[in-house]
């Protein structure tokens, strides 16, 4: 039996797997909010139970740096370490940040599950490129060395935010001065990002919005949400404005990781904000951004662009973690 775990700011999703002919094939899981709890530990003991199983190794994909088995999360006020977590499961303990967890478990996703928005083809292995936008923002490196994949994780998401035209300039000018100082890509690709632009938009009044639909907005209990599904449904022009834009810097994004770390074989783009967004993503302006590279346009022409539909990669990747420390 192995326990993986991805943990999240929004959500801790829990599994128990089991190796079946020579497979790991999950047994239960559970999906709680994070915030609703102190301590990891109260999660884990909650989905372990009195009657624990025994456990051959656990692994868990978090959202923060992972440095010397330790996790201080990003948004989150946990604190998780390799050595208590083992002593209190009486097994090995893998700590991997979220993205690294996530690229780890897209290996093992069949092809059905990844949908292209480049005219692009995989071709040989080579380096991929993970990025995934959720309630933050995670970027992974998958470099080839001429047998198999290994993953290297990055915080390449608390990077600068760097605005491609006046609009985006202007965002950038607004954004540092609510927060007084350093933007991070972070704070526009991402689901608090989200309500970040379309807030812009409204306090620099750039697009016409009706009173009934701010007060919707504001007033929800996930007004990122709220204003993804108005522009989905074609309901209102700021936020499908708002949406359209987010999409633009996401594909932006998503091409400077692939220059940075030449990702020929491709990019990955993962997270739990994309798969909802498919419809927007499709309509070209992630793919906009992400060619926008003036000399280098050829050359990202070339890298395949794939949108991860499993949500569950990063448990996947946790599990696959987990089974090679027995």
């Not at 899981?29 to 530990?41: G, L, N, Q, T």
């Not at 003991?45 to 010397?68: E, H, K, M, T």
């Not at 990702?263 to 739990?272: F, S």
Request: aromatic content about 6%; proline content about 5%; hydrophobic content about 45%.
């Amino acid at each position: 039996m192995f326990l993986a775990g991805d943990i999240g700011g929004t959500k801790t999703v829990l599994a128990l797997y089991i190796l079946r002919g020579g497979e790991l094939v999950r047994e239960r899981e559970v999906s709680v909010p994070s915030r609703d709890h102190a301590a990891f530990e109260d999660i884990l003991d909650a989905f372990l139970g009195l009657d624990r199983p025994s456990l051959r190794a656990a692994a868990f994909g978090v959202a923060g740096p992972v440095v010397d088995g330790r996790c201080q999360t990003t948004n989150l006020p946990w604190v998780l370490e390799e050595a208590a977590l083992g002593a209190r499961l009486g097994c090995p303990v893998r700590l991997l940040n979220d993205l690294e967890a996530a690229a780890l478990g897209m290996l093992y996703l069949a092809p059905e599950q990844r949908l292209p928005l480049s005219t692009a083809r995989r071709g040989r292995d080579g380096m991929t490129a993970v990025i995934a936008a959720g309630t933050g923002l995670g970027e992974a490196l998958l470099f080839w060395d001429g047998v198999r994949y290994h993953v290297q994780p990055t915080e390449g998401g608390h990077c600068d935010f760097a605005p491609n035209n006046a609009e985006e300039d202007a965002l950038l000018v607004w954004l540092r001065e609510k927060l007084g100082g350093h933007v991070s890509i972070e704070r526009v690709l991402s689901g608090p990002g989200l309500f970040n632009i379309w807030s812009f938009l409204h306090d620099t009044r750039r697009v016409p919005m009706e009173d009934v639909t701010v007060q919707t907005i504001t007033a929800a209990v996930d007004p990122s949400a709220a204003i993804a599904r108005l522009a989905l449904d074609g309901a209102d022009a700021a936020c499908i404005h708002a949406l359209t834009l987010f999409c633009r810097i996401y594909g932006a994004e998503a091409g400077n990781l692939a220059l940075k770390s030449l990702a020929r074989g491709g990019v990955l783009v993962g997270g739990g904000i994309a798969p909802k967004i498919l419809p927007f993503l499709k309509q070209g302006a992630f793919m906009e951004g992400f060619l926008d590279k003036g000399r280098f346009r050829d050359l990202l022409a070339s890298i395949p662009v794939e949108v991860v539909l499993e949500p569950r990669a990063p448990l996947i990747g946790a599990a696959h973690a987990a089974r090679s420390l027995a």
